[in-house]
């Protein structure tokens, strides 16, 4: 087997996949880390579609917008994102709380999921279906 073999090997990219998108979601604040690893519990379909929600809303519920480590230098009701740390766009600082981080957290409306949160969602479904759920 050369070194080469493992990338035509689909079991295997799905598996190193998964680990970098473990730790992308590693990478966010140790509260922030806790909240989105609870998909870890997820054992279900339905589950996964419950953990959607309130995880968004956990989310929320963690930071304010006094908050030093997401507040933005010139406006106290935008935020960064908790998970990501990122902005609506390069415009404008951080998201309107909470509406606007809440469609980012999301992905409602036509804002683009914040890829943290797509990533641990991922690791869930890629367990549900490496257990034969999916
Ligand atoms: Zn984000």
């Given at each position: 087997m050369s070194v080469f073999d493992d990338y035509s090997n689909a079991e295997w990219i799905l598996d190193e996949l998964n680990s970098a998108r473990c730790l992308v979601v590693g990478m966010a604040p140790r509260d922030i880390r806790s909240i989105l690893r609870t998909?870890?519990?997820?054992?279900t379909i339905h589950e996964l579609v419950v953990w959607d929600s309130r995880v968004v809303d956990a989310l929320l519920e963690a930071?304010?917008?006094?908050?030093a480590r997401f507040r933005?230098?010139?406006?106290?009701?935008r935020v960064y994102?908790?998970?990501?740390?990122?902005?609506?766009?390069?415009?404008?600082?951080?998201?309107?709380?909470?509406h606007g981080l809440r469609q980012h957290l999301?992905?409602?409306?036509?804002a683009a999921r914040c890829r943290v949160v797509h990533h641990a969602r991922e690791v869930a479904r890629f367990r549900l279906f490496s257990h034969g759920v999916l």
């Open positions: 998909e870890a519990k997820v054992a930071i304010t917008p006094g908050d933005t230098a010139f406006d106290d009701s994102c908790p998970a990501c740390g990122g902005s609506l766009n390069a415009f404008a600082d951080g998201f309107a709380f909470p999301s992905g409602s409306g036509n």
